[in-house]
């Protein structure tokens, strides 16, 4: 199970920016919800509040229920999948991929099992040796999907994950990450500016602008209002 519910959840950057003001939104358990808005709309920042990478400034943020405020970001179980990857460049792709499961002291063959795993979900079974500026975009995308894949979490976050690639990879890895909550069953949250994307990729949408949550719902619903 993971709920995922933000009530009145608002950030403050240091210098004054209200990055999000007043944010409610609940995601249900094994929901894929897109946040979606133009540039500067606050969806990055309403992610990593998730994530726990940037403290919220008042409101709460409850996942199943539990208040989740002041828990850090390792011991969330949650894995983010970011825009430029986050690979670092002197690791392999397969020690890219186990190095979160490396830091919570996992034992080097579930290690293993789970990296290979993932590696074949994703059809980068020839890549584990190679390094990341020796791939393609498309396959170092991969590569970051595995990362957050092999830990298993109950949610997923993606910020603007698909938006460093050509169009056509683009409508071919909206598929495949589509497919993947079909299979993980997981709870996940998309941000993209991307209109098209949100509408054939989340259950349920939520549009924000500046820092406020315009509307909620199905793209049907959406596409259906005046
Ligand atoms: P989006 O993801 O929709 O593009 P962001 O959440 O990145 O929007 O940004 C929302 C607002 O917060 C923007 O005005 C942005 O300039 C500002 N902002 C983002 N990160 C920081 C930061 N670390 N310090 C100060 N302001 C920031
Ligand atoms: P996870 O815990 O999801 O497996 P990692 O352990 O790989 O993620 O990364 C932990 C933190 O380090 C994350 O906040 C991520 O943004 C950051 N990070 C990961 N890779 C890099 C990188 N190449 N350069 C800078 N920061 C990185």
């Known amino acids: 199970m993971a709920n995922v519910e933000l009530r009145n959840v608002t950030k403050v950057y240091e210098g004054g920016v209200k990055a999000v003001d007043a944010a409610n939104i609940a995601v249900s358990d ?98 584990l040796d190679r390094k990341p500026k020796a791939l393609s975009g498309g396959q170092r995308q991969r590569v970051a999907v595995g990362r957050a894949i092999v830990r298993k979490p109950k949610v997923f976050l993606f910020d603007e994950p698909l938006s460093n690639l050509d169009a056509k990879l683009r409508v071919q890895m909206r598929a495949e990450i589509s497919s993947l909550h079909s299979r993980l069953q997981a709870t996940m949250i998309y941000v993209t500016h991307d209109q098209v994307e949100a509408m054939t990729m989340g259950d349920r949408i939520v549009v924000m602008r500046d820092g406020l949550i315009q509307q909620v719902g199905t793209p049907l619903g959406l596409y259906n209002q005046p």
Do not use: W
């Open 30 to 127: 094994k929901e894929f919800v897109v946040l979606v808005g133009p540039s500067g709309c606050g969806k990055s920042t309403t992610l990593r509040m998730i994530a726990g990478l940037e403290e919220i400034t008042s409101g709460e943020l409850l996942i199943d229920g539990k208040l989740m405020n002041d828990v850090a970001p390792k011991d969330r179980d949650i894995a983010m999948v970011f825009q430029n990857y986050a690979l670092y460049p002197h690791m392999s792709v397969y020690e890219n991929m186990a190095f979160g499961l490396k830091i919570r002291k996992y034992a080097k063959k579930e290690i293993d099992v789970r990296v290979h795993e993932a590696a074949g979900i994703l059809d980068i079974e020839e890549l």
